[in-house]
Nanobody, 127 residues
Framework: QVQLVESGGGLVQAGGSLKLSCAAS????????MGWFRQAPGKERDFVAA???????RYADSVKGRFTISRDNAKDTAYLRMNNMKPEDTAVYYC?????????????????????WGQGTQVTVSS
């Protein structure tokens, strides 16, 4: 079992930055792949970023070059650093974890691949 708690959301102006944290409890964090997803009102939950196979990372095209996913296994915490934010980044951000291994990188970009989810944190970017 892994429990996830996100923090760090809030209101930021376009061009600004935020850093989200995802604190995990449980003994499997270091062996889990971590993902960040987001859901805007009336839209589906979309992939944002993932860190898997230890240090491999993958990003949605819409955030590539602006967002950075990282993890600190000593603190059982994953992070999402968001720079140069845009109004279209406004959404509820969720972190997720999976202990399932896949040799296909695309696996970690799918919401259905993740077993554990946090409650979400609101991010609002004003223009």
């Amino acid at each position: 079992q892994v429990q996830l708690v996100e923090s760090g959301g809030g209101l930021v102006q376009a061009g600004g930055s935020l850093k989200l944290s995802c604190a995990a409890s449980g003994r499997t964090f270091s062996s889990s792949a971590m993902g960040w997803f987001r859901q805007a009102p009336g839209k589906e939950r979309d992939f944002v970023a993932a860190i898997y196979w230890g240090t491999s990372t993958r990003y949605a095209d819409s955030v590539k070059g602006r967002f950075t996913i990282s993890r600190d296994n000593a603190k059982d915490t994953a992070y999402l650093r968001m720079n140069n934010m845009k109004p279209e980044d406004t959404a509820v951000y969720y972190c997720a974890a999976t202990t399932t291994f896949s040799s296909a990188p695309d696996f970690y970009a799918r919401a259905a691949s993740y077993d554990y989810w946090g409650q979400g944190t609101q991010v609002t970017v004003s223009s």
